[in-house]
Structures are given as C-alpha cells and as structure tokens.
C-alpha cells in the first residue's frame, strides 16, 4: 500500500478512536492510580482494544459474507456510522456518552477500567471496529492487510502516547483547548465519512459506470 492509501488510513483511526479526547476520560477513570498503575492500566487497555479491533479486521468480511452483505453496502452504512459519530463529537455529545460510561468505573476507583470502559467502547468501539472492516477491505493483497493493521498498532500507540500524557494535557489544554481540537477532528471525520459513502455508492450496480 502507497502513502497515499496508508495516510488516510491513520487519519480516519486517529479521528475516530480519538486518542485526545480519551485522555481526560482516562485521567478521570485513574485520577486516584499511582503513575506506574496508571501506565499499566492504560497499556492493558490498548493490548485489548488492539486484540479486538485485529479480530474484527480479519473476520469482518467473513462476517459480512456469512450474512449476505456486500462490502460496497457495509462502506455506505460504515460511512453514516462515521458521519454520526462526527456530528456527536462536533455537538459535544460523543464527550457527554463517554462520561457517562466511565462514571460507573469512576464511582469505585478499585475496579479496573481498562477492559471496560477503556478497551470497549471507548478505544474499539463500533467507529472502529467498522472502520477497520472496511480498511481491511479496501487492502488487496496480504501486504495490504499487513500494513492496515501496522496503521491500527500506530494509532494505538499514540492512543497510548495520549495516556501517559493525560495528566499533562489536562493541565495545558484544559476543557475548552480540548473540545476545539474535537470539533476540528469531527469536521475531518465527517468529510472522511461521506467520502467512505462515496465509495460504496460508486461500486453498486445503481451508480456504477
């Protein structure tokens, strides 16, 4: 795969898992952790998400197939799926639904958060899952299967940069830096989204030419 298949690849995980804004969610789910229990807890985290988001990549089209579902219709639902979750995180309301799923985990700081709610839903959520489903697709060859997971560990590693991080962040950027920087990732989403319908409409017998 070219950079110029692998580029958009990061940039559509990036903007959908969205490392920046899980890390106040993060910070908040370990505020009482010491920082090495902290990294711990975050690293789990990632190895789990990576572990499910791999799983969905390579049986997806399996999935898919058993069901009957073409992948041209599963990129225009994985497209609106997208393009809905960049209107949350444009509206505030992506922020709003993680801090509900965290509060449980918040109110008992001796749970665990790092399979639930930090590996799923907050890292491979359903954007992701579809999202690497349809990058998986998109690849052509074992190459290209390869490198869309290299993307996925990249990203991952960021996420996981983010994390270490929290504490900074939330020091620095503070709530309004942090919901400027979602609303610009949500704009870039969104038009990777349509982009995705784009796709899917131009591959049906309908629109094709």
Same mark, same amino acid.
């Given at each position: 795969?070219? %950079?110029?298949?692998?580029?958009?690849?990061?940039?559509?995980?990036?903007?959908?898992? *969205?490392?920046?804004?899980? #890390?106040? $969610?993060?910070?908040?789910?370990?505020?009482?952790?010491?920082?090495?229990?902290? @990294?711990?807890?975050?690293?789990?985290?990632?190895?789990?998400?990576?572990?499910? %988001?791999?799983?969905?990549?390579?049986?997806?089209?399996?999935?898919?197939?058993?069901?009957?579902?073409?992948?041209?219709?599963?990129?225009?639902?994985?497209?609106?799926?997208? &393009?809905?979750?960049?209107? *949350?995180? %444009?509206?505030?309301?992506?922020?709003?639904? @993680?801090?509900?799923?965290?509060?449980?985990?918040? %109110?008992? /700081?001796?749970? *665990?958060?790092?399979?639930?709610?930090?590996?799923? /839903?907050?890292?491979?959520?359903?954007?992701?899952?579809?999202?690497?489903?349809?990058?998986?697709?998109?690849?052509?060859?074992?190459?290209?299967?390869?490198?869309?997971?290299? $993307?996925?560990?990249?990203?991952?590693?960021?996420?996981?940069?983010?994390?270490?991080?929290?504490?900074?962040?939330?020091?620095?950027?503070?709530?309004?830096?942090?919901?400027?920087?979602?609303?610009?990732?949500?704009?870039?989403?969104? #038009?990777?989204?349509?982009? &995705?319908?784009?796709?899917?409409?131009?591959?049906?017998?309908?629109?094709?030419?």
């Amino acid at each position: 795969m070219t %950079l110029d298949i692998l580029i958009p690849a990061f940039v559509t995980l990036f903007v959908i898992i *969205d490392p920046i804004g899980l #890390a106040p $969610v993060f910070l908040a789910l370990t505020r009482d952790m010491t920082s090495g229990h902290r @990294r711990i807890v975050g690293l789990r985290a990632v190895l789990v998400a990576a572990a499910i %988001l791999t799983v969905f990549g390579l049986a997806g089209q399996a999935v898919l197939d058993l069901f009957g579902i073409s992948m041209a219709a599963f990129r225009i639902a994985g497209g609106a799926l997208l &393009f809905l979750t960049a209107l *949350d995180m %444009l509206f505030e309301r992506r922020k709003q639904r @993680r801090e509900s799923q965290s509060e449980a985990s918040v %109110l008992d /700081p001796a749970d *665990d958060p790092s399979v639930f709610p930090l590996a799923m /839903p907050l890292i491979s959520g359903p954007g992701a899952m579809a999202t690497m489903i349809l990058l998986m697709g998109n690849a052509s060859d074992v190459g290209g299967k390869l490198a869309v997971l290299g $993307v996925m560990i990249a990203v991952l590693a960021v996420v996981f940069a983010f994390f270490l991080a929290a504490g900074w962040l939330g020091r620095y950027l503070k709530d309004t830096g942090i919901n400027v920087v979602t609303r610009l990732l949500g704009m870039l989403l969104a #038009a990777l989204a349509i982009q &995705f319908m784009i796709d899917g409409l131009a591959q049906t017998p309908l629109f094709a030419v």
